[in-house]
C-alpha cells in the first residue's frame, strides 16, 4: 500500500498546508461565511428532522411505522444520489483528469493508480450526501433515546453504503468506457442520469405521496398500514444499513451488528473483484480515451441569420455563445431538469387545499400569489446560479480570445447578459401567470406579479453575470464547481436579499391596494404618497441591481487580466 498511500498524498497536502498558504483576511472571510452558512444548512436539516420525529413519535400506533417508513426513504434517496454522484466522479478521476499523464508516467502499477483514484473518487462523491445526512440520523438517535452504539453502527453502516454505491459506479464506468470513449461517456451519463430523474420524479409526485400522511384517503387502517409496511429489496445496499440501523435504533446490539457485517461483507468483496477487473481493462480504457477522434459539427446558419442586425464582432460572440450551449450536452440536457421541475412547481398549485382552510379562499389566493413572486424568484435565482453565473468561467483557457477581440470587456459581459435575461424572463413570466390563473387571483395581483417579476428578474441575471465575472474560475473543470465557490455563495446572499427587500417593501402598499379593492374603498392622500414612494425604493433597488453588478464585475475582471 506504500505506492497508494504516495499516490494519494496530493490530495492531503493542500488540506495540511491550507492554513499557512492562506493566511490572509480575505481566505479567513471565505471560510467563515461558507461555514456559516454551511452550518446554517446543517442545523435547519436537524430541527425539521427533530420536528417531524416529534410529530410521527406521537401518533399512536402507527408513528413508529411513519419513522421508520421515512427513515427507509432516506437511505434509499441517499443510496441513489452516491450512485449518480459517483458516477460522474469516478469518471473524471479515473479518465478525465489533467493529472493522468504525470500519474501513468510512474513506475506503478496501473492497478495501484486505479485503487488510489477510486479511493479518492469515494471520497468526493460520498462526503456531502453523509454530512448532510447526519443531522437527519442524529435526530432519530436523540428521539428514540439510542445509545452509542447507535451512533458508532449508524456511522459505519452509511461508510460501507458509500463504498457500495461507488463501487457499483466505478463497475459501470469501467465497463462502458471500452465501448464508448469516456470524453463522450461523461455528457451520455450526464444526460441519461437527467432523464432519469426526470421520469422518477414527475412519477412520484404525480401519485401524491404526502397522502402516506392522511389515513383519510384510505378504506381502511388495516389498508393504510399494510402500504406503509412494504418492505424493501433485500439485495439492495440500501435494505442492509436500513435493517442495521433500524436494529440499532432499538437496542438490538446482535441485529445491528449482523446486518452491518453483512453490508461490509459485500463492500470487501465487490472491492476486491473490483480491483481484478480493473487490473485486466482500466489501462486499455484509459488508452482508448486518449486516442478517442473528435466529434465534427455541421455549421449552423440560421443561427447567424437571426442575428444579422447586431454588429459583426457582437454577432459572433452571440452565435458563439448559443452554439457552445446547444454543443454542450451538460448544459443543454438539463433543460430537461428544469422543465419537470416547472411542471412540479405549478402542478402543487393545483392540488393545494384551499378549500379546507379557515382563512377564507379570495384572501388567502391572493396571499399565496404574493408570498409566490419570492418563491419563483428564488427558482430563477437557483436556474442564474447554474446557467448564467458560470458563463464567464466557462470561457476557460480560451478567454485569450476575447481579450485580443474587437470588443470591450463591457460589451462582452452584456452580450453574455443578454443571451440569459430574455429565456429566464419568459420562464419565470410562464412560472407567475399559471400559477396565478391557478390561483384564480384578482386582475391587481396578477398585474403587480407580472410587472413585480419583469423588474427583479435583470438585476438577478445581472448579478450572476457580475459576480460570476468578479470571481471567475477558468480552471473549473465544470459549471458546478464555480457555483459552490465563494463567489457563487456572495451571489445567492445577494440575490435572497434583493428578493427579501423588494417583496418587505412591497407587502404593505400591496396589502392597503388589496384591501380597498376587495373592499371598494378608497385610499387617503398619505396612503398614496406612502405607496408610490414605496414602489419608487422598489425600481430604484432594481435599476441598481442591473448597473452595479455589471460595473462592479467588468473592473475586478480588467483587474485579473492585467
Not at 449518480?84 to 496501473?110: E, Q
Not at 485503487?115 to 445526512?133: A, N, Q
Request: overall charge positive; some cysteine.
Amino acid at each position: 500500500m506504500n505506492e497508494v498511500l504516495t499516490l494519494l498524498k496530493p490530495r492531503i497536502w493542500p488540506l495540511k498546508h491550507r492554513g499557512v498558504s492562506n493566511n490572509n483576511r480575505g481566505a479567513a472571510i471565505k471560510v467563515f461565511l461558507i461555514g456559516a452558512i454551511g452550518a446554517l444548512f446543517w442545523g435547519g436539516i436537524f430541527a425539521i428532522s427533530m420536528r417531524v420525529l416529534h410529530y410521527f413519535k406521537g401518533i399512536e400506533e402507527i408513528g413508529d411505522i411513519l419513522g421508520y417508513k421515512l427513515l427507509s426513504m432516506i437511505l434509499i434517496i441517499s443510496f441513489a444520489l452516491l450512485i449518480f454522484s459517483s458516477i460522474l466522479t469516478s469518471l473524471s478521476k479515473l479518465y478525465l483528469s489533467r493529472d493522468l499523464f504525470l500519474v501513468h508516467s510512474m513506475p506503478v502499477s496501473s492497478y495501484k493508480i486505479f485503487l488510489s483514484r477510486w479511493i479518492d473518487s469515494i471520497i468526493d462523491s460520498s462526503w456531502m450526501v453523509i454530512v448532510f445526512t447526519l443531522p437527519v440520523f442524529i435526530a432519530y438517535g436523540i428521539i428514540y433515546q439510542s445509545g452509542a452504539f447507535y451512533y458508532a453502527n449508524s456511522m459505519f453502516a452509511l461508510l460501507s453504503l458509500a463504498i457500495n454505491a461507488s463501487a457499483i459506479s466505478t463497475f459501470v464506468v469501467m465497463a462502458a468506457v471500452i465501448l464508448i470513449p469516456a470524453t463522450r461517456m461523461k455528457s451520455i451519463f450526464i444526460f441519461m442520469g437527467i432523464l432519469f430523474f426526470v421520469v422518477i420524479y414527475l412519477a412520484i409526485r404525480l401519485l401524491r405521496p404526502e397522502q402516506l400522511v392522511d389515513p383519510e384517503v384510505f378504506d381502511t387502517v388495516l389498508v393504510y398500514i399494510t402500504s406503509l409496511q412494504t418492505p424493501s429489496s433485500p439485495y439492495l445496499p440500501s435494505t442492509w444499513v436500513y435493517d442495521s440501523i433500524k436494529a440499532s435504533l432499538t437496542g438490538s446490539v446482535t441485529g445491528g451488528l449482523f446486518h452491518n457485517a453483512l453490508s461490509w461483507s459485500f463492500a470487501g468483496t465487490i472491492a476486491f473483484v473490483l480491483i481484478i477487473v480493473a487490473d485486466a481493462i482500466y489501462f486499455r480504457g484509459f488508452s482508448k480515451t486518449q486516442t478517442a477522434s473528435a466529434r465534427v459539427f455541421k455549421k449552423a446558419k440560421a443561427s447567424e441569420r437571426i442575428f444579422n442586425f447586431l454588429p459583426g464582432p457582437v454577432k459572433s460572440f452571440t452565435v458563439k455563445e448559443i452554439k457552445t450551449f446547444l454543443r454542450d450536452q451538460t448544459q443543454w440536457s438539463q433543460l430537461f431538469l428544469i422543465a419537470a421541475l416547472i411542471v412540479i412547481y405549478i402542478y402543487n398549485f393545483k392540488v393545494l387545499p384551499l378549500e379546507k382552510s379557515p382563512i377564507k379562499t379570495i384572501y388567502l389566493q391572493n396571499l399565496f400569489s404574493f408570498l409566490n413572486m419570492g418563491l419563483a424568484l428564488f427558482v430563477l435565482t437557483a436556474i442564474t446560479a447554474r446557467f448564467a453565473y458560470p458563463a464567464v468561467s466557462q470561457e476557460k483557457e480560451a478567454f485569450w480570445l476575447v481579450k485580443s477581440s474587437p470588443i470591450s470587456l463591457k460589451t462582452f459581459l452584456w452580450i453574455k447578459f443578454f443571451i440569459y435575461y430574455l429565456p429566464l424572463l419568459i420562464l419565470t413570466e410562464i412560472l407567475i401567470i399559471a400559477t396565478n390563473i391557478l390561483l384564480q387571483v384578482t386582475p391587481f395581483m396578477m398585474a403587480l406579479s407580472v410587472i413585480t417579476v419583469f423588474f427583479l428578474v435583470p438585476g438577478i441575471v445581472a448579478m450572476g453575470i457580475g459576480l460570476g465575472a468578479a470571481y471567475p474560475d477558468f480552471k473549473a473543470e465544470n459549471p458546478n464547481q464555480t457555483v459552490t465557490s465563494f463567489g457563487g455563495l456572495v451571489f445567492m446572499i445577494l440575490c435572497a436579499g434583493y428578493i427579501g427587500l423588494v417583496i418587505v417593501i412591497e407587502a404593505g402598499p400591496v396589502y392597503n391596494l388589496f384591501i380597498a379593492d376587495i373592499r371598494a374603498k378608497t385610499l387617503t392622500l398619505a396612503t398614496w404618497i406612502w405607496i408610490i414612494g414605496s414602489f419608487t425604493v422598489a425600481f430604484v433597488f432594481s435599476l441598481a441591481a442591473i448597473v452595479f453588478p455589471m460595473r462592479f464585475g467588468e473592473r475586478r475582471l480588467a483587474k485579473l487580466l492585467t
